[in-house]
């Protein structure tokens, strides 16, 4: 969840950072899925600076647009919308689960739920 502040930027990178891992460590499948939904360019910047060993700019070469694309980022509100677009479009999404304790997170969903 994003509040439109310095401390979104945090946010932003472990959203990348989880693109890049799944196009440079997790075989050619998602690199491949990628690809063909138009982001060929940043598929390919990110594998030449993982092969350069630059996990920084293999993370960088990730666009906001492709974070928007594969992930539900923003507002609580702007995050729901989202949801309701994709569920539309999908029989089952997965969420990336916040850290803590089962007790905190279900306290965090449930305070965002409301």
Sequence with gaps: MLFRSEADA??????????QYYINRMGAVYAHMLERNGYADEVHASQAA???????????????????????????DEVREQLRERAALVDVQMLYMPPGTPAEVGRWFESVMR
């Design 50 to 76: 993982w092969a350069a060993r630059d996990a920084e700019a293999s993370i960088a070469a990730i666009s906001d647009d492709m974070v928007r694309a594969c992930q539900c980022i923003g507002s609580i």
């Design 10 to 19: 945090p946010k932003w990178h472990e959203a990348r950072r989880q693109i």
